[in-house]
């Protein structure tokens, strides 16, 4: 079998897995957010933090919840790091840095989990655990619950109340990431993912050779960063190491963990509105924009041009020998199509439009599917702007699932959309400005710039991934990074609960002949279209001077 072949079946079975956990998965997810028992565990968390379960919230107090909560678990974590020296399980290690602990504090808790160091020689096994493995699934949880506030705005009518974000925390985490993580991490144990609490230490080996490794968790907090929430992880080669990805078919597992969550809450929104057309018309527009995507740096990865690439049929370099191009290509189109950042190749070792790719992925918006949540709020803003557009063609008050889409929602879907880019190019300006920080790239011209245009894209869209190639573990690119992590996490969650809570409000429209079908074909294409279109828009003058410079050299 060629590797083309091999690719194209790897691939080919990522799909049908996905189609297969579409139903059930979303449906789970539904009775999740839409049924009224608590459990036990449940109800023992809200006596214990204060919660009534049963009070509903207007879009502000959800908001101020996610921000409360969000906050606490930046100033914890940052503690966390500065005193882990005195902490047990410690390993050792000093205290992590001021600007480092800030960078990482924002980083996980606004599920972007962005590294500027090596996990496996700079946190304990405590803060690995109590801390960042923590944020890997409450972060993710936020961004589930926003989304379904969301839904809620567009199934309700005449209301102030979009559910109960301490409920919607909970149970995202207790009835959906624990119980995949749990199943998840007994997978990649028996695929040979360490689990176990070892000091770095000489340990003999089956075959009497020795070897010094550092043990860890490391499989439990692979499953949670899987599941679209993000690349950090115990070592630095993150998914390359064996420890952390030890076989291709537990590569196949990883990659499956990225997308299904993501894919399957289409299902969800179809449900919680009432048809489930709208969800497959959802699922459809992100299906679409993720398998062209893959086709394209499937194809740049494997008929590169130059001499050695030509003459092997790929392009090898930053690639883990047991995995090969084509899965390594998936797995990077698939990380950063999601808010997920893990990585098992080197993109900066990327053919010029390979490394492109990856970028235009995370420039997408994180939608195709997105992270945990995010993908979903994040394509349903692009759905709100795609019936507006289309109102203006035709001049009728543009309608989305019987709402009215007036200049306050579009308000808050256009500026939702452009937090990302401001955020994005104003940070890659300024690195570019500075000459003390042109000196942390690896590389010169247009590679080079590609480089801190990906660090800034990547953090700005809660991706976590790196290009690799740019010294950013400084006392700037902390700042300017956390920064752009806080300003990508946070805004686009206030605009999009304000737009919940208007959407809310309206009382159903009934359609007439003039309302646009949003659940055919037509409208896939539209949405699709116009994502593509914004971000062409808003990003090709910086891929010009990057990627596209670079490929045509």
């Given at each position: 079998?060629?590797?083309?072949?091999?690719?194209?079946?790897?691939?080919?079975?990522?799909?049908?897995?996905?189609?297969?956990?579409?139903?059930?998965?979303?449906?789970?997810?539904?009775?999740?957010?839409?049924?009224?028992?608590?459990?036990?565990?449940?109800?023992?968390?809200?006596?214990?933090?204060?919660?009534?379960?049963?009070?509903?919230?207007?879009?502000?107090?959800?908001?101020?919840?996610?921000?409360?909560?969000?906050?606490?678990?930046?100033?914890?974590?940052?503690?966390?790091?500065?005193?882990?020296?005195?902490?047990?399980?410690?390993?050792?290690?000093?205290?992590?840095?001021?600007?480092?602990?800030?960078?990482?504090?924002?980083?996980?808790?606004?599920?972007?989990?962005?590294?500027?160091?090596?996990?496996?020689?700079?946190?304990?096994?405590?803060?690995?655990?109590?801390?960042?493995?923590?944020?890997?699934?409450?972060?993710?949880?936020?961004?589930?619950?926003?989304?379904?506030?969301?839904?809620?705005?567009?199934?309700?009518?005449?209301?102030?109340?979009?559910?109960?974000?301490?409920?919607?925390?909970?149970?995202?985490?207790?009835?959906?990431?624990?119980?995949?993580?749990?199943?998840?991490?007994?997978?990649?144990?028996?695929?040979?993912?360490?689990?176990?609490?070892?000091?770095?230490?000489?340990?003999?080996?089956?075959?009497?050779?020795?070897?010094?490794?550092?043990?860890?968790?490391?499989?439990?907090?692979?499953?949670?960063?899987?599941?679209?929430?993000?690349?950090?992880?115990?070592?630095?080669?993150?998914?390359?190491?064996?420890?952390?990805?030890?076989?291709?078919?537990?590569?196949?597992?990883?990659?499956?963990?990225?997308?299904?969550?993501?894919?399957?809450?289409?299902?969800?929104?179809?449900?919680?509105?009432?048809?489930?057309?709208?969800?497959?018309?959802?699922?459809?527009?992100?299906?679409?924009?993720?398998?062209?995507?893959?086709?394209?740096?499937?194809?740049?990865?494997?008929?590169?041009?130059?001499?050695?690439?030509?003459?092997?049929?790929?392009?090898?370099?930053?690639?883990?020998?047991?995995?090969?191009?084509?899965?390594?290509a998936t797995f990077a189109d698939a990380t950063t199509l999601t808010s997920t950042g893990a990585v098992d190749s080197f993109h900066d070792s990327y053919t010029s439009l390979g490394g492109m790719m990856t970028m235009f992925n995370m420039m997408l918006g994180e939608v195709a599917p997105g992270g945990t949540g995010s993908g979903l709020y994040g394509m349903l803003i692009l759905a709100v702007i795609t019936v507006f557009v289309a109102g203006l063609m035709v001049g009728r008050t543009p309608e989305y699932l019987g709402k009215?889409?007036?200049?306050?929602?579009?308000?808050?879907?256009?500026?939702?959309?452009?937090?990302?880019?401001?955020?994005?190019?104003?940070?890659?300006?300024?690195?570019?400005?500075?000459?003390?920080?042109?000196?942390?790239?690896?590389?010169?011209?247009?590679?080079?710039?590609?480089?801190?245009?990906?660090?800034?894209?990547?953090?700005?869209?809660?991706?976590?991934?790196?290009?690799?190639?740019?010294?950013?573990?400084?006392?700037?690119?902390?700042?300017?990074?956390?920064?752009?992590?806080?300003?990508?996490?946070?805004?686009?969650?206030?605009?999009?609960?304000?737009?919940?809570?208007?959407?809310?409000?309206?009382?159903?429209?009934?359609?007439?002949?003039?309302?646009?079908?949003?659940?055919?074909?037509?409208?896939?294409?539209?949405?699709?279209?116009?994502?593509?279109?914004?971000?062409?828009?808003?990003?090709?003058?910086?891929?010009?001077?990057?990627?596209?410079?670079?490929?045509?050299?």
């Amino acid at each position: 079998m060629s590797t083309t072949t091999a690719g194209i079946c790897f691939a080919g079975s990522l799909v049908l897995a996905l189609a297969v956990a579409y139903r059930p998965l979303g449906d789970h997810m539904y009775r999740v957010f839409t049924g009224t028992r608590h459990a036990r565990a449940e109800k023992l968390i809200y006596r214990l933090i204060g919660v009534r379960p049963d009070a509903e919230q207007t879009w502000g107090v959800y908001a101020r919840g996610v921000l409360a909560f969000s906050v606490v678990s930046i100033l914890f974590l940052y503690v966390l790091q500065r005193v882990q020296n005195h902490l047990m399980l410690s390993l050792g290690f000093k205290p992590v840095v001021a600007h480092q602990a800030w960078n990482t504090a924002i980083s996980f808790t606004t599920n972007t989990n962005w590294q500027s160091y090596s996990g496996e020689s700079t946190m304990g096994h405590l803060v690995q655990m109590a801390g960042l493995a923590v944020q890997n699934f409450v972060s993710a949880a936020v961004g589930i619950a926003v989304a379904i506030a969301l839904v809620r705005g567009f199934a309700r009518k005449r209301t102030e109340h979009l559910g109960n974000f301490w409920v919607d925390l909970v149970r995202a985490n207790l009835r959906i990431l624990l119980p995949i993580a749990v199943v998840g991490a007994i997978v990649l144990v028996a695929g040979g993912a360490v689990q176990n609490f070892h000091d770095p230490h000489t340990i003999q080996t089956l075959t009497g050779a020795k070897q010094t490794i550092t043990g860890g968790p490391v499989a439990s907090q692979e499953v949670i960063k899987e599941l679209g929430t993000n690349g950090g992880g115990f070592y630095n080669a993150n998914s390359a190491h064996p420890f952390e990805n030890p076989a291709t078919w537990t590569n196949w597992i990883e990659i499956f963990l990225i997308l299904v969550i993501g894919f399957s809450l289409p299902r969800t929104f179809g449900r919680m509105v009432g048809s489930n057309r709208q969800g497959y018309a959802i699922v459809s527009v992100m299906g679409a924009l993720a398998v062209v995507s893959m086709s394209l740096i499937m194809w740049f990865q494997l008929a590169h041009h130059g001499t050695v690439p030509t003459a092997i049929g790929s392009s090898m370099e930053g690639v883990e020998t047991r995995f090969g191009v084509a899965n390594s290509a998936t797995f990077a189109d698939a990380t950063t199509l999601t808010s997920t950042g893990a990585v098992d190749s080197f993109h900066d070792s990327y053919t010029s439009l390979g490394g492109m790719m990856t970028m235009f992925n995370m420039m997408l918006g994180e939608v195709a599917p997105g992270g945990t949540g995010s993908g979903l709020y994040g394509m349903l803003i692009l759905a709100v702007i795609t019936v507006f557009v289309a109102g203006l063609m035709v001049g009728r008050t543009p309608e989305y699932l019987g709402k009215r889409i007036g200049s306050r929602e579009i308000k808050f879907a256009a500026t939702y959309f452009l937090v990302t880019p401001v955020c994005v190019l104003v940070g890659t300006a300024f690195a570019m400005a500075l000459p003390g920080e042109r000196a942390g790239m690896l590389n010169g011209g247009p590679h080079g710039l590609s480089e801190v245009l990906y660090a800034f894209t990547s953090a700005s869209n809660n991706n976590g991934s790196a290009f690799a190639g740019l010294t950013v573990n400084t006392p700037w690119y902390d700042t300017a990074l956390g920064l752009a992590m806080v300003f990508g996490r946070f805004l686009p969650m206030i605009f999009v609960l304000a737009l919940a809570g208007s959407l809310a409000k309206q009382g159903l429209t009934p359609a007439s002949e003039g309302t646009l079908p949003t659940h055919r074909p037509q409208f896939v294409a539209m949405v699709a279209g116009v994502t593509v279109v914004l971000v062409a828009l808003t990003f090709l003058p910086a891929l010009a001077l990057g990627p596209l410079a670079e490929g045509i050299h």
